[in-house]
Every structure is written in structure tokens, then in C-alpha cells.
């Protein structure tokens, strides 16, 4: 397995439930994001992680709550999602952070749907 | 707040026929500027980006984007697309030594009649 993975692909889930998308990266990278990506809305940073601590959150409602226990691995524990949460949620990995330069790369996205 | 706008938002183009789509970013500071396409059912991918240097930057499958400070551009071009060319095509730009804020345009879609 190369690149950024994401599972699962596909998610439905109801308001009560509680779940975790999961992002692995096999490129030896320090840095990993998740993003947001809604029909006619730009992309959207949520949460930024590098060398495994946190640097970015930007405004990201608490039903949302990644966890990086190591440089390969990212995750967004979801718990009492809305219907507007529903989205297309894309993990990126780049070899440091982007302000210095480096590009990232994505994974295919957890469609989720929230009823 | 930093903020990317892309004009178009679906251009339709037949085969050979030259493009140009335009990106526009807020920040006045030092910035470096990505162009990714997503074909369709694939990863979001990066086709060029700019950091310093010549402001006229090669990319992937014959892409190039010009970095225009003054008018704070960097409009993605080629010059004869084709078929397999169809895809959304995303400017993204983020400020210079942050902490990796990524600001993503919304997206052009651009489909190409062969």
C-alpha cells in the first residue's frame, strides 16, 4: 500500500451514533491534515498535526476530535454529527508543513452521511 | 482572513482548444501557490506549485502556471488540452513559514468534448 489511505471509504451513521474515520500515510511524513470538502463550498482546513502534536484547529465544532498517536496514522473520532455534517472528509500528508513549502497529499475521502 | 477566488466555475472546452483558468488570492504577504486536479474518481493530485524563483512554473502533462504578484494571480494555462484533461482543477495558497494552513479555491470544472 502506497500514498495516503483512508477508511472507510463510505460512511452512514445516525446523529446518536459515534465513529472514527481513519487516515494512514506510507510516505514517511511529519505532517497530516483533515479537510472538509461539501458540494459548492472550497475545501476546508480542520485540524492540522505535526511531528504528532496539534497546530491548527480552526474553529472545528467539538463533535469532531482527531487523535495522531503517530506519523503515520490520523484520526477524527465523530460523536452527535448533524445532517450538515455530511461531506466528503480528506486526509493530506506532506513531508513538513505546507507554509515552508511542501506540497500534500491527499487520500481518496470517507464519504460520510449523516441521517 | 486569506481567501482564494477561482472565476469560473465550469469551463467547456473542445480538444486542442487553448486554457486558461484564474486564480486570485487575498494575502498580501509572502505566499506559496498550488495548483491540484482531481479526475474524476481519483485523489486530489498536485499538477505545480511556486515557491520562489522563475514565476513562470511547469507542471505536469504540459500545465503551467505564471505567479503575477502585482496582480495577485497565478492563473493555471496550457496551451491544447485534450479528453483526459477533464477534471476540477483547484488553486490553493497558503503564507509563507505558517503553520500549513492550506486556502483552497472552490474548484473549476472543466469537461473537454472530444
Known amino acids: 500500500e502506497t500514498g495516503v489511505t483512508q477508511t472507510p471509504r463510505h460512511l452512514v451513521m445516525g446523529m446518536t451514533n459515534k465513529k472514527s474515520l481513519k487516515c494512514e500515510q506510507h510516505l514517511g511524513h511529519n505532517a497530516m491534515y483533515w479537510y472538509k470538502q461539501s458540494a459548492k463550498k472550497p475545501l476546508e482546513l480542520m485540524f492540522v498535526y505535526s511531528l504528532e502534536e496539534r497546530v491548527e484547529n480552526n474553529s472545528v465544532p467539538s463533535r469532531f476530535s482527531p487523535e495522531c498517536p503517530n506519523s503515520s496514522h490520523l484520526f477524527l473520532h465523530l460523536h452527535t454529527l448533524q445532517p450538515e455534517d455530511s461531506a466528503l472528509y480528506l486526509c493530506?500528508?506532506?513531508?513538513?508543513?505546507?507554509?515552508?513549502?511542501?506540497?500534500?497529499?491527499f487520500g481518496p475521502g470517507t464519504r460520510l452521511t449523516v441521517l | 482572513a486569506q481567501s482564494v477566488s477561482q472565476h469560473n466555475h465550469h469551463v467547456i472546452l473542445s480538444e486542442a482548444a487553448s486554457l486558461e483558468l484564474g486564480c486570485n488570492y487575498s494575502y498580501g504577504g509572502t505566499v506559496n501557490l498550488f495548483w491540484y486536479v482531481q479526475y474524476p474518481g481519483q485523489h486530489l493530485q498536485l499538477l505545480l506549485k511556486y515557491f520562489s524563483g522563475d514565476p513562470l512554473v511547469k507542471g505536469i502533462k504540459g500545465f503551467e502556471a505564471e505567479f503575477i504578484k502585482s496582480k495577485f494571480s497565478f492563473n493555471l494555462r496550457k496551451p491544447s488540452v485534450q479528453w483526459s484533461d477533464t477534471a476540477e482543477y483547484f488553486c490553493?495558497?497558503?503564507?509563507?513559514?505558517?503553520?500549513?494552513?492550506?486556502?483552497f479555491g472552490k474548484g473549476t470544472k472543466l469537461s473537454v468534448k472530444p
Open positions: 490553493a495558497v497558503t503564507k509563507r513559514g505558517s503553520q500549513g494552513n492550506l486556502i
Open positions: 493530506a500528508s506532506s513531508l513538513a508543513l505546507s507554509g515552508s513549502g511542501y506540497e500534500q497529499f
